[in-house]
Nanobody, 120 residues
Framework: EVQLQASGGGSVQTGGSLRLSCVGS????????IGWLRQAPGKKREVVAC????????RYADSVKGRFAISSDNAKNTVALQMNSLKPEDTAVYYC?????????????WGKGTLVTVSS
């Protein structure tokens, strides 16, 4: 059984930082695109950051470029998202995701979300 266990969400004020972590079991991250997407009430789902399964390059949504950084350790099957300079519009439920097809994450595996709340 594949499981993606995310942690690290919480509440922070504008300008603060949080680090999300995710541990995968039942799959090997090396064969998957892995990353984070978020869902806020009334907004479209957004792929925040991804590590490509083809060349392991990193990709970011324009809304987080320069503020967020994704990293992974394939040996430990972990992926992390360092979030700096947080804004209220970053408030959302964040999901750790893995997909053999790529960074669109239209299929594949989702972990349970972790809530990030940024107050002004």
């Amino acid at each position: 059984e594949v499981q993606l266990q995310a942690s690290g969400g919480g509440s922070v004020q504008t300008g603060g930082s949080l680090r999300l972590s995710c541990v995968g079991s039942g799959l090997k991250f090396a064969g998957y695109a892995i990353g984070w997407l978020r869902q806020a009430p009334g907004k479209k789902r957004e792929v925040v950051a991804c590590i490509s399964n083809s060349d392991r390059s990193t990709r970011y949504a324009d809304s987080v470029k320069g503020r967020f950084a994704i990293s992974s350790d394939n040996a430990k099957n972990t992926v992390a998202l360092q979030m700096n300079s947080l804004k209220p519009e970053d408030t959302a439920v964040y999901y750790c995701v893995a997909d053999v097809a790529g960074c669109d994450f239209t299929l594949g595996y989702w972990g349970k979300g972790t809530l990030v709340t940024v107050s002004s």
